[in-house]
């Protein structure tokens, strides 16, 4: 059975950090780019970061140089480090596997004072 489970979201001041992560099961890892998006109300999902399986990253524009995406194929797991959040930063945030085009069940992060 294949999943995607994400952990990590929560409530947090504006200016704090948050680190999600998503570990995969059911389906190969290490061979396949990963990426993190997000979803605000009333908006389309959004692409924030992709890794590749050499490593090589990209990030949207708003959330580059503070968001760090990373991954670890021993654990299956891909990370999402989020720094200097800021209310616009709330959101559902969604692990990808795109090759497959499975998605996780999404992880909420509410940026709030």
């Known amino acids: 059975q294949v999943q995607l489970a994400e952990s990590g979201g929560g409530l947090v001041q504006p200016g704090g950090a948050l680190r999600l992560s998503c570990t995969v099961s059911?389906?190969?890892?290490?061979?396949?780019?990963m990426g993190w998006y997000r979803q605000a109300p009333g908006n389309q999902r959004e692409l924030v970061a992709r890794?590749?399986?050499?490593?090589?990253?990209n990030y949207a524009d708003g959330v580059n140089g503070r968001f760090t995406i990373s991954r670890d194929n021993a654990k299956k797991t891909v990370y999402l480090q989020m720094n200097g959040l800021k209310p616009e930063d709330t959101a559902v945030y969604y692990c990808?596997?795109?090759?497959?085009?499975?998605w996780g069940q999404g992880t909420q992060v509410t940026v709030s004072s």
């Open positions: 890794i590749s399986a050499s490593g090589s990253t």
């Open positions: 990808h596997h795109e090759f497959t085009d499975y």
């Open positions: 059911g389906i190969f890892f290490s061979p396949y780019t």
